[in-house]
T-cell receptor
Framework: GIQVEQSPPDLILQEGANSTLRCNFS?????LQWFHQNPWGQLINLFY???GTKQNGRLSATTVATERYSLLYISSSQTTDSGVYFC????????????FGTGTLLAVQP | NAGVTQTPKFQVLKTGQSMTLQCAQD?????MYWYRQDPGMGLRLIYY???????DKGEVPNGYNVSRLNKREFSLRLESAAPSQTSVYFC????????????????FGPGTRLLVL
């Protein structure tokens, strides 16, 4: 069936370290978004990236649609980066129904 | 420009009670969505509305009804709440037009935490 898998499930970093989060999906996608859910529960849009590479400050993302995966890079991590990172996709067809992965829980320690 | 707003922020219900969660967006978006998030999980789509006057089921629609009141507002109703509906509910909106290739980011509200006893 349709699947969105994220790895690793949990990650603990020291402040200043870099990390790579991965999202694998089981079919071609029309839409792929990365979100950060902060400790207060707010979902923050990071990237809309069904293909290609984008960068925003210390964060960047790459989606290789033909190989069905996306990567989120966090460089020089800060304690405010802590929270859960979700990948969500829309599979092919005339819909915009997001399917979420189970997330990566990131804890950045000072 | 408030984006997506939701009311209430918190609610406690007894089993069998009814309530309506309200959502409004001021971005002139066509599409609106309701999701639920259970502990330790990602969000799952309950219902969505691709445009004013239309609604459609998502992954987990049972026990819910929705109303797209106008372009700005999309409400979610629990007619007879059950403990299994204890969750955090998120509303979202997007400019989705149904045409492939257009950037169609979904923007989320702050969520409503619902506890059903």
């Amino acid at each position: 069936g349709i699947q969105v898998e994220q790895s690793p499930p949990d990650l603990i970093l020291q402040e200043g370290a870099n990390s790579t989060l991965r999202c694998n999906f089981s079919d071609s996608v029309n839409n792929l978004q990365w979100f950060h859910q902060n400790p207060w529960g707010q979902l923050i849009n990071l990237f809309y990236i069904p293909s290609g590479t984008k960068q925003n400050g210390r964060l960047s993302a790459t989606t290789v649609a033909t190989e069905r995966y996306s990567l989120l890079y966090i460089s020089s991590s800060q304690t405010t980066d802590s929270g859960v990172y979700f990948c969500a996709v829309v599979f092919g067809g005339a819909t915009n129904k997001l399917i979420f992965g189970t997330g990566t829980l990131l804890a950045v320690q000072p | 420009n408030a984006g997506v707003t939701q009311t209430p922020k918190f609610q406690v219900l007894k089993t069998g009670q009814s309530m309506t969660l309200q959502c409004a967006q001021d971005m002139n978006h066509n599409s609106m969505y309701w999701y639920r998030q259970d502990p330790g999980m990602g969000l799952r789509l309950i219902y969505y509305s691709a445009s004013e006057g239309t609604t459609d089921k998502g992954e987990v629609p049972n026990g819910y009804n929705v109303s797209r009141l106008n372009k700005r507002e999309f409400s979610l109703r629990l007619e007879s709440a059950a403990p299994s509906q204890t969750s955090v509910y998120f509303c979202a909106s997007s400019e989705w037009t149904g045409f492939a290739g257009k950037e169609e980011t979904q923007y989320f509200g702050p969520g409503t935490r619902l506890l059903v006893l």
